[in-house]
T-cell receptor
Framework: AAGVIQSPRHLIKEKRETATLKCYPIPRHDTVYWYQQGPGQDPQFLISFYEKMQSDKGSIPDRFSAQQFSDYHSELNMSSLELGDSALYFC???????????????FGPGTRLTVL | AQTVTQSQPEMSVQEAETVTLSCTYDTSESNYYLFWYKQPPSRQMILVIRQEAYKQQNATENRFSVNFQKAAKSFSLKISDSQLGDTAMYFCAFTDISNFGNEKLTFGTGTRLTIIP
């Protein structure tokens, strides 16, 4: 079965640089979520999109922005990177209300971002 | 705001034994789902099991089952016949489905489970 695809899998950046993380949801999933997991921590919700519109926002810094495109893929843009942004960034997707497993999130493999 | 508490930071059990991981949560909502996710050393987040709050029957998935006590706001995971591949961090998670657009997952701090050969 198709899974959530994230790219790149690993990314190394310098402080104050920018980074773009991409997420391709499972086909026919209409909602995308982004989470940040720091070392030894649980995942923290950043932002979500439903049908290309932002649906919820969590503890996402103003330096970060995200969007969902017409093909449902999503991108997380991170600017003025700081050392503290080093983390594993997960994208998850969930199916629509016509699915028996609606509101169940399936995670991608994550993008490991290292800021030097 | 919802909170999820996992009071067992680490657990270990012999292979083939049964182990139970605890989770409690706090919410004022009545419509929600609860999940257990597994994160092995590869760091992939893998869905283990899902429970809808409106269902009284406990969910089961092969060797994995839950004990859902809604009044006590308790949601424990039982792993039967544990296998070496069960070694992982296990996260309990909550999602509120009562308000559209508010389905983000709130995670507990995790329980690191080690299966001993």
């Amino acid at each position: 079965a198709a899974g959530v695809i994230q790219s790149p899998r690993h990314l190394i950046k310098e402080k104050r640089e920018t980074a773009t993380l991409k997420c391709y949801p499972i086909p026919r999933h209409d909602t995308v979520y982004w989470y940040q997991q720091g070392p030894g921590q649980d995942p923290q919700f950043l932002i979500s999109f439903y049908e290309k519109m932002q649906s919820d926002k969590g503890s996402i810094p103003d330096r970060f922005s995200a969007q969902q495109f017409s093909d449902y893929h999503s991108e997380l843009n991170m600017s003025s990177l700081e050392l503290g942004d080093s983390a594993l960034y997960f994208c998850a997707s969930s199916p629509g209300m016509d699915s028996p497993i609606t509101d169940t999130q399936y995670f991608g493999p994550g993008t490991r971002l290292t800021v030097l | 705001a919802q909170t999820v508490t996992q009071s067992q930071p680490e657990m270990s059990v012999q292979e083939a034994e049964t182990v139970t991981l605890s989770c409690t949560y706090d919410t004022s909502e009545s419509n929600y789902y609860l999940f257990w996710y597994k994160q092995p050393p590869s760091r992939q987040m893998i869905l283990v099991i899902r429970q809808e709050a409106y269902k009284q029957q406990n969910a089961t998935e092969n060797r994995f089952s839950v004990n859902f006590q809604k009044a006590a706001k308790s949601f424990s995971l039982k792993i039967s016949d544990s296998q070496l591949g069960d070694t992982a961090m296990y996260f309990c998670a909550f999602t509120d489905i009562s308000n559209f657009g508010n389905e983000k997952l709130t995670f507990g701090t995790g329980t690191r489970l080690t299966i001993i050969p």
